[in-house]
């Protein structure tokens, strides 16, 4: 058999049906594709490669996917800090977006967010923000993989001036990147609380007809149901029920205040649950029962939100986060084993986003998006299992080489498609204007 590329790992966690580990395997890829998985004897003997990539004591995983993120606030990074949701948004946030956000400052910002998720090992994130159709020229230009939201908002922005305007420009996107290879999109109204009925209904159709996902923020705090209650009369998520808002096509973001008869609902009706726990641990938002969810049998994704309240977009702490935290609310510690955890941030935010037969999970056919960490440092050594190592004990810097479609983006820790300075130079330029006018 030929293939364009052959990597052999130490451990490769594919991902499947049953969580398997494989010991000193091989993946051959070939025109962005997995051809084959297989122990690495065999592909010696089988497989004549164009390119072969020896990674001893690494483990390989499927490129993880942050299924809720605002890319470019990562130009907002300890800004506002110690502050809960509303006074960081009403106070802090959205006063500095009003001054501050631009073109320019989206294209800036998203390109370092994706330098920090290509260093973190995340191939695909899904991203709510300002002018959408800059976040995805970055992107698909530094190789990476997205679903970019088309955004609706009642508020004015230097985007839109209102929410017909929001969808408007949503529906352009969606035509520009028809066919993508890297790029999809997704209507993102931002939430029950800022977005009324009727856009909410336009969006429920059109998502309908094109047949894309809604990725929404929904029962974020105790506030927020509270205030519905009193200005609808209902819960959020009762309300949104009416609205058609629960299905497979959406992604309902945080989810922190959840009645039993809720998740059975959410069960049901196949609706994604998109958990952010740094975020919701950091603005003390509430906890989402993620540990209730997956037994009633919800998909549940991982987001990292904003670098502005996590503050870093890094999945692998994500994971041990969600895992630990999941433990000491249920009080049971086999809540989100490392295998669930991993999952929630492979195939669980694929299946969210209706990617699932394309990404996730590292088998034949799926599309090439690779991850290899050496766990040959200190922290993580010596190695019984390899998942525990990578959702326990690993960080950012033992990512070393990542492929998407194939193609490699990352290469021993340094992005391929990135220029490293000048992303960090416009960064810190940022920094310095929006401190001089705070
Ligand atoms: C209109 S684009 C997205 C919008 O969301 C704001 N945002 C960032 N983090 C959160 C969060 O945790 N909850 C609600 N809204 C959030 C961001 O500032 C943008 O204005
Ligand atoms: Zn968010």
Known sequence: MQAELLIHASWILPVDATDSQLDDHAI???????QAVLPSSEARASIEAQRVVELPEHVIVPGLINAHTHAAMSLMRGLADDLPLMTWLHEHIWPTEQR??????????????VLEMLRGG?????????HPEVSAQVTAEAGMRAVVGMLVIDFPSSYAVDADGYITKGLALHEQYRDHPLIRVAFAPHSPYTVSDAPLTRVRTLADQLGIPIHIHVHETRDEVVQSLRDHGQRPFARLDGLGFLDPAVLAIHMTQLEDDEIERLAATGTHVVHCPESNLKLASGFCPVAKLLDAGVNVALGTDSAASNNDL?????????????????????AVPASAALRMATINGARALGLDEEIGSLEPGKAADIVALDLGDAHTQPVYHPISQLVYAASSSQVRQVWINGRQVLRDATPTQIDIADTLSRARDWGKRLAASD
Do not use: H, Q
């Open 100 to 113: 501050w956000v631009d073109p320019t400052f989206v294209a800036d910002g998203t390109r370092l967010a």
């Open 122 to 130: 995340v191939t695909c994130y899904n991203d709510m923000y300002f």
């Open 314 to 334: 890094n999945m692998l702490g994500e994971m041990r986060t969600a895992a630990l935290l999941a433990k000491s609310i249920s009080g049971s510690a086999a």
């Open 28 to 34: 051959a890829v070939s025109e962005g594709r997995i």
